[in-house]
Every structure is written in C-alpha cells, then in structure tokens.
C-alpha cells in the first residue's frame, strides 16, 4: 500500500466500505471521512435513484428488468462528488434534487432488487474505485461491491430515530408525513432490501458494526475515524 500524502492520516489508495439502511448516517459520515482524508466520495444509491428517475420519467416499469438495463446502459450517468452532495447527471441533465423526492424513495428499492441492474451497477461502482482511494457508502458495498476494502464499517440507528431524521431532510418525504408513516416506510425498505436474493443489506463479516442512535453526526464520524487511524497504524 502506498505511503500517506502529506497532510493525510491514511494512504491514498485507501478504501473505505461503508454500508446501512436509509437514514443511518452513513452518507454524512462518508462525505466527511472523504473530505478530511482527501479521497474520492461516491454514494453508489445515488446510481439506483437515478436509474429509477429515469423509468419513471420515461414510463418505465421499475418491474421491467430488462427494460431498466437498456434504459441503463443506454444513457449516460456522470457522478460528480466535488461538492458536499454529489451532483448527479443524467444524459447532461442535473437530477440531484429529482432523485431526493418521496416517489424516488418508494420506488428504488424495487429497481435495486433485480439483479442485473445490481451486476450493472457494481461493475461501474468498482471501476471508480480502481481510479484512486476512495470512500464509497451503500448497502453491498463491503460484502459485494468492494469486499477487500482497506476498511469496512455498518452504521446503523432504530427505525424511529432515522424517520425523525428523514423528516428533518425537507423534500424527502411526503408534507403529511407522520414519524409512524415514515417508520413503517423505513421498516418495508429494510425488509425489501434485507430479503432480497442478491446482495441483500447485511453487515460483511469483518465490518464495525456502529448504531448511531444516541451519536451526533461529528460524533459517529470521530468514531470511525478512530478506527481507521488505529487500523493504519
């Protein structure tokens, strides 16, 4: 492995797996440890939500497998991490706030279920990561997408402490939105992506394990940058 760059605490061709349900905090967790480390940031859900925009702008069935791949492999999806939130584009076209709405967030977990689009998804995801270090979050990213990872974390919270944090995110759920609503919401998502046959959302075997209930996001992050600095050391 190569040596720390100067003004690093890990080597510059590091890579970092971090996986969780919805609302964990493994986004914001991701982006910081990629920014105070100088790595690559890549939200591999932001793949599949655009990928679901798409089919539902085009009428797409998100049941279509084979139509969703071709939708796929037929347009051109740029991923941009240069700024805080990854600036998604789709054909030349910036979806960054599409994909943040509740129709995505109902629907995504059905088009990330096929396994297809999954295998489509993890050649490209791996491809970034072949460029340099980089810090990539989802829900396979550790046990599938990137299983020899430098370093493999699963940050995880109770349903309802991440419904009162997807309420705080404005646009991501409905205005009549309760905390039971987007509790069950998060509960069939969890189930959906846990159960499904390839890829299921799961801890890898060599991951720390995480909750972030009672943690603040600085908090969550000083977590796992301990790990990972005592790891490298």
Same mark, same amino acid.
């Given at each position: 492995?190569?040596?720390?760059? =100067?003004?690093? @605490?890990?080597?510059? &061709?590091?890579?970092?797996?971090? &996986?969780?349900?919805? #609302?964990?905090?493994?986004?914001?967790? *991701?982006?910081?440890?990629?920014?105070?480390?100088?790595?690559?940031?890549?939200?591999? #859900?932001?793949? /599949?939500? $655009?990928?679901?925009?798409? $089919?539902? &702008?085009? #009428? +797409?069935?998100?049941?279509?497998?084979d139509s969703l791949l071709e939708l796929?492999?037929?347009?051109?999806?740029?991923?941009? =991490?240069?700024?805080?939130?990854?600036?998604? %584009?789709?054909?030349?076209?910036?979806? @960054?706030?599409?994909?943040?709405?509740?129709?995505?967030?109902?629907?995504?977990?059905?088009?990330?279920?096929?396994?297809?689009?999954?295998?489509?998804?993890?050649?490209?995801?791996?491809? /970034?990561?072949?460029?340099? #270090? %980089? +810090?990539?979050?989802?829900?396979?990213?550790?046990?599938? !997408?990137?299983?020899?990872?430098?370093?493999?974390?699963?940050?995880?919270?109770?349903?309802? !402490?991440? *419904?009162?944090?997807?309420?705080?995110?404005?646009?991501? !759920?409905? @205005?009549?939105?309760?905390?039971?609503?987007?509790?069950a919401d998060i509960a069939r998502r969890?189930?959906? &992506?846990? @159960?499904?046959?390839?890829? =299921?959302?799961?801890?890898?075997?060599?991951?720390?394990?995480?909750?972030?209930?009672?943690?603040? *996001?600085?908090?969550?992050?000083?977590?796992?940058?301990?790990?990972?600095?005592?790891?490298?050391?």
């Amino acid at each position: 492995m190569n040596e720390p760059l =100067p003004g690093r @605490s890990v080597p510059a &061709d590091t890579v970092i797996a971090i &996986d969780g349900p919805a #609302g964990s905090g493994k986004s914001t967790t *991701a982006r910081a440890l990629a920014e105070r480390f100088g790595l690559l940031y890549v939200d591999s #859900g932001a793949m /599949y939500r $655009a990928l679901t925009w798409a $089919a539902l &702008d085009r #009428g +797409v069935s998100v049941q279509d497998a084979d139509s969703l791949l071709e939708l796929f492999e037929s347009s051109d999806l740029e991923l941009d =991490p240069a700024r805080r939130e990854t600036r998604v %584009v789709w054909d030349g076209r910036d979806i @960054s706030d599409q994909i943040r709405t509740p129709a995505i967030e109902s629907n995504v977990s059905a088009v990330a279920a096929h396994p297809v689009i999954r295998s489509a998804m993890v050649d490209r995801q791996r491809a /970034y990561a072949r460029r340099r #270090g %980089v +810090v990539m979050e989802g829900r396979d990213i550790g046990t599938v !997408v990137l299983p020899d990872a430098s370093h493999k974390f699963f940050i995880t919270a109770s349903a309802e !402490v991440r *419904a009162r944090r997807r309420l705080a995110q404005q646009g991501e !759920v409905p @205005s009549e939105a309760t905390l039971e609503s987007v509790a069950a919401d998060i509960a069939r998502r969890d189930h959906i &992506d846990s @159960s499904r046959a390839v890829a =299921p959302l799961r801890p890898a075997a060599d991951a720390i394990q995480i909750n972030t209930d009672s943690l603040n *996001a600085e908090q969550v992050t000083d977590a796992v940058m301990t790990h990972i600095r005592g790891q490298v050391r």
